[in-house]
C-alpha cells in the first residue's frame, strides 16, 4: 500500500533523492517514512511539508489502501502507474475528508462462471437504466455512488481507470482529451470491471470489453422491437 507521503512525493515528479536534499533530510529519513518503519523530527516533517507544499498534518495519518482493477499492457512503465496510483491515493483522501459516506451501489455476481453480458444486463436492471443504449455513462455512475473525475492519462493507452477503496467506495479517472465515444466505451469498460472484480481471473480484459458493449448498447429484445412499432402507429 502506498503512503501518503510517497503518494504525494510521486505527485510532485520527485524521487526520494530530490525530496531528501530539498528538505535537508536524508533519503533514508525519506524512505522509512514512506515505509512506516520511523517517525520523523517535527522540524524535519514540517521540512518535508514545506517543500511539498502541503500541511505536515496530512503526511502524517495512513493512506487508504487503493486496488486499480484494469491490467496495464506490459508496455506501460512502472513509473506511469505509480503515479496514477498516487493520483487515485490523494483522490481518496480528499473524497473522505470531503464525502465521507459516499458508497457505491454496484453489486458483485452471485452466480458463478455468469458471462459477462448477463452480470451487465442485471445491473442495468439493478439501475433502472431505460431500454437501449446508454446516452450518459457518467452521469449514471456518479447517480449510483462512483465518482468521476478528469485526469490526464498520459502514458496508460487507456482513456479512463477506475480503482477501489474498500468494498464501498469507487473512483473513475477519464482522461479529457478522450472523444465522448471513446471515453464512453472505457467507462464502460471500468465499470466491467468494479461489477466483475469477484469473479476475474486471467481473461479479465476480455469480460470487462463483453460487459461493456452489452451494458452500453443491449441487443433489442423483440417484445421491444414490437412495442416501439406500436408506438410509432
Do not use: Y
Not at 533514508?28 to 514512506?34: C, Q, R, V, W
Not at 469477484?198 to 421491444?224: C, K, N, S, V
Amino acid at each position: 500500500m502506498m503512503s501518503t507521503l510517497e503518494a504525494v512525493r510521486i505527485s510532485r515528479g520527485l524521487t526520494q533523492i530530490m525530496l531528501a536534499r530539498a528538505a535537508s533530510v536524508s533519503q533514508t529519513t525519506i524512505s522509512l517514512l514512506e515505509s512506516g518503519h520511523s517517525t520523523a523530527s517535527t522540524a524535519s516533517l514540517d521540512a518535508i511539508a514545506a517543500e511539498l507544499d502541503v500541511p505536515a498534518a496530512l503526511l502524517i495519518p495512513p493512506a487508504p489502501p487503493v486496488q486499480l482493477l484494469h491490467t496495464m499492457k506490459e508496455s506501460v512503465p512502472a513509473r506511469v502507474t505509480k503515479r496514477i496510483t498516487a493520483e487515485f491515493t490523494l483522490a481518496f483522501l480528499r473524497i473522505e475528508r470531503l464525502l465521507p459516506v459516499t458508497r457505491h451501489t454496484i453489486g458483485t455476481p452471485d452466480i458463478e462462471d455468469e458471462p459477462a453480458s448477463a452480470q451487465a444486463e442485471r445491473l442495468r436492471l439493478q439501475w433502472a437504466a431505460a431500454p437501449g443504449g446508454v446516452l450518459d455513462i457518467v452521469t449514471m455512475l456518479e447517480s449510483h455512488g462512483v465518482i468521476c473525475l478528469r485526469r490526464d492519462l498520459s502514458g496508460t493507452r487507456v482513456n479512463a481507470l477506475a480503482a477501489k477503496s474498500g468494498r464501498w467506495r469507487a473512483l473513475m479517472f477519464i482522461d479529457p482529451r478522450a472523444d465522448a465515444e471513446d471515453a464512453s466505451w472505457a467507462v464502460a469498460h471500468e465499470l466491467g470491471h468494479l461489477a466483475l472484480q469477484e469473479a476475474m481471473d486471467g481473461d479479465q480484459e476480455d469480460r470487462a470489453e463483453e460487459f461493456a458493449g452489452e451494458f452500453l448498447a443491449p441487443p433489442i429484445r423483440a417484445p421491444e422491437v414490437a412495442r416501439r412499432r406500436c408506438r410509432r402507429r
